[in-house]
């Protein structure tokens, strides 16, 4: 069966630190991935999504970047993090595009 | 940008009652997807419903599809407690788009006991 991992689940940073969060998928090859984020009691805004290695396609423009170093591994980067970027980030996979997606538990960022 | 749209935004019902949710969207669509979220949680996938079909069933869950009225509605029969939680619908962007899901605000769904 598939899995999918994120981490950390709780991250407090200072305004312009660094950001690593990593997701990785077990149990399927050549998945669509995504990174997403959630304001508190909004829905979710796509940040970025990747149909392949090497593939990132952004949604919005801003101070984050995504990754794909390996087939099932997808990390969400920024080199200076700003306030607005605090919120609930949650990565998720898919067979294909459009179709039902897989979530993780999530990570909940706040930058002071 | 978001296309789905859900009614109402809160809603609180005794356990056992019937809950409904609605969810309005703007553009064709291949296929429309109801989530549940709980509190501080990842999404769970709950039913998918294609453009061409009508009504689908998962347990107590019912959901229904009006391509004409460009709308869903999401079921609950005979609530419990555990169904409290967020209900996200979302849409493909349908044919000529990238296919990537568009996701409403959500309801928030709270189950007395």
């Known amino acids: 069966s598939q899995t999918i991992h994120q981490w950390p689940a709780t991250l407090v940073q200072p305004v312009g630190s660094p950001l690593s969060l990593e997701c990785t998928v077990e149990g399927t090859s050549n998945p669509n991935l995504y990174w997403y984020r959630q304001a508190a009691g909004r829905g979710l805004q796509l940040l970025f999504y990747s149909v392949g290695i090497g593939q990132i396609s952004s949604e919005v423009p801003q101070n984050l970047s995504a990754s794909r170093p390996q087939d099932r591994q997808f990390i969400l980067s920024s080199k200076k993090l700003l306030l607005s970027d605090s919120g609930f980030y949650l990565c998720?996979?898919?067979?294909?595009?459009?179709?039902?997606?897989?979530f993780g538990p999530g990570t909940r960022l706040t930058v002071t | 940008s978001q296309q789905g749209e859900e009614d109402p935004q809160a809603l609180s019902i005794q356990e056992g009652e019937n809950a409904t949710m609605n969810c309005s969207y703007k553009t064709s669509i291949n296929n429309l997807q109801w989530y549940r979220q709980n509190s501080g949680r990842g999404l769970v996938h709950l039913i998918l419903i294609r453009s061409n079909e009508r009504e689908k069933h998962s347990g107590r869950l019912r959901v229904t599809l009006d391509t004409s009225k460009k709308s869903s509605s999401l079921l609950i029969t005979a609530s419990r407690a555990a169904d409290t939680a967020s209900y996200f619908c979302a849409t493909d962007g349908g044919h000529g788009s990238n296919y990537q899901l568009i996701w409403g605000a959500g309801t928030k769904l709270i189950i007395k006991p």
């Open positions: 998720a996979w898919s067979v294909r595009e459009g179709d039902e997606q897989y």
